[in-house]
């Protein structure tokens, strides 16, 4: 068996600066081959899609279908209970950005009047309720309503299939239809990019999901059964000084009907500096981001994203 040699991060991929029409689909069937050819082709294929677009598409992804289809259930009971009972677990009430947000609570633009989806997130938390004890300034528990049996065990179920004991902020989302006299400033959520190293979505059959190209152009993330759509962070941008892109996007809900949504925000121990790497790093290509700890930096950005309506509470 040959080894393959290994080149700079810098050098490893071409970037094309050609504005993407679409987003790859890449097909993680073979992830566990024994075959290093073919891990190698699949990691070549995962790293050009980093480089030149900063979303895909993955497939045959291991999460089995009964449990997202749990959650997902889990998700649309939560949001149907009555307005004062979701209150009461108010992410405002929270020092690490736990429990629920209400419609319009959140600005992920600044341009933009609000965020129309209601949301719920949790941090890692294992079978006899213990949350991580050391993340920095995110470390906090997770808070979950009263009165909703299995909504707790369904959620926790699939947090864990999908990852193990990482600094990861898992949402159900619901985005109710947005009809009548549309505001373009007010939108499912607005125009961002992610905090962490990469964002796994299941998103049902309601397209809204649009990542923005080279070009300016909306390109949309359409709904295909059986996938998850990957995108980077800002965290490995900053490792990567921007070699590998981490992408606006936005999701608007004109569909005319309800839209559920579950993504889970993969990040880096919150203690850990985001510090570009010596092989991103060159005359040409000098450092181009403060180095911060991770927990900092989440928690900056999520300040921003909750701080119009802070006040209210």
């Known amino acids: 068996m040959t080894s393959t040699p290994k080149r700079p991060l810098l050098l490893a991929s071409a970037r094309t600066e050609s504005a993407f029409e679409e987003i790859p689909i890449i097909n993680l069937e073979h992830i566990d081959s024994k075959d290093p050819t073919i891990r190698r082709a699949l990691a070549d294929e995962i790293r ?5 677009v900063g979303f895909f598409y993955v497939k045959n992804h291991g999460i089995p279908a009964e449990i997202v289809s749990a959650a997902v259930s889990a998700a649309k009971r939560f949001f149907a209970l009555p307005l004062p009972v979701k209150q009461a677990i108010d992410i405002h009430k929270s020092a690490n950005f736990k429990g629920y947000t209400a419609l319009l609570g959140e600005n992920t633009n600044p341009e933009n009047r609000g965020d129309l989806h209601e ?11 213990t949350s991580r004890s050391d993340d920095g300034a995110m470390t906090g528990e997770n808070v979950w309503p009263e009165d909703l049996p299995g909504f707790k065990d369904a959620v926790l179920a699939y947090y864990h299939a999908a990852t193990t004991k990482p600094a990861a902020i898992m949402r159900l989302l619901y985005y109710p239809p947005q009809t009548g ?3 373009d400033r007010v939108q499912g959520i607005g125009a961002h990019t992610d905090y962490e190293c990469f964002t796994m979505l299941w998103q049902d059959d309601v397209p809204a999901l649009q990542v923005l190209n080279n070009a300016g152009k909306w390109i949309d993330a359409v709904p295909i059964p059986g996938t998850l759509v990957v995108n980077l962070g800002d965290q490995l941008a900053r490792w990567t ?7 606006v996007h936005r999701a608007v809900n004109r569909s005319g009907v309800e839209r559920y949504s579950i993504p889970l925000f993969f990040g880096t ?4 500096k985001l510090e570009a790497l010596p092989s991103c790093v060159s005359e040409e290509f000098p450092p181009k981001y403060e180095v911060v700890t991770a927990g900092e930096y989440v928690k900056s950005r999520l ?11």
């Open 269 to 272: 121990d919150y203690n850990v």
């Open 303 to 313: 300040e921003a994203t909750y701080a119009h309506s802070k006040a209210e509470h």
């Open 181 to 183: 006299e549309v505001d």
């Open 48 to 52: 050009d899609a980093c480089v030149n």
């Open 241 to 247: 000084n921007d070699v590998f892109k981490s992408t």
């Open 119 to 129: 949301g719920f997130d949790l941090g890692w938390e294992d079978a006899s309720g």
